[in-house]
């Protein structure tokens, strides 16, 4: 990457403010100016990734070697309700009993 030929490029506060409208974005100053110097940061970053000769390299999605692994489904018995419940702190039936979880 010693050919490196990209220009390196600062976004303005104005293009920063309207990629967060096209986004929905309301932006307080400081968060434009904050924004402002990451969003360059970035797209400087890919015009360097795009001066990368990349030619006769194959496209991949991932490079690890992992494959998704497929099974078919077997039905098996379900446990029973006393044996899914034997370590819950309180319950209410054959339901788990929880205190609020939302409220109003």
Do not use: W
């Not at 992992?66 to 098996?76: A, M």
Request: with cysteine; proline share 4%.
């Amino acid at each position: 990457m010693s050919n490196v030929k990209c220009q390196m490029s600062n976004l303005s506060r104005e293009e920063v403010r309207h990629i967060a409208k096209l986004a929905r974005l309301k932006l307080t100053e400081e968060e434009v100016e904050k924004f402002q110097q990451q969003l360059s940061e970035v797209l400087n970053y890919m015009r360097v990734l795009n001066d990368v000769e990349t030619k006769d390299i194959e496209p991949t999605a991932q490079v690890t070697g992992l494959e998704n692994v497929f099974r078919e489904d077997e039905v098996s018995p379900s446990l029973e309700p006393q044996q899914v419940l034997s370590g819950a702190p309180a319950r209410e039936g054959n339901l788990f009993k929880t205190g609020v979880v939302l409220e109003k």
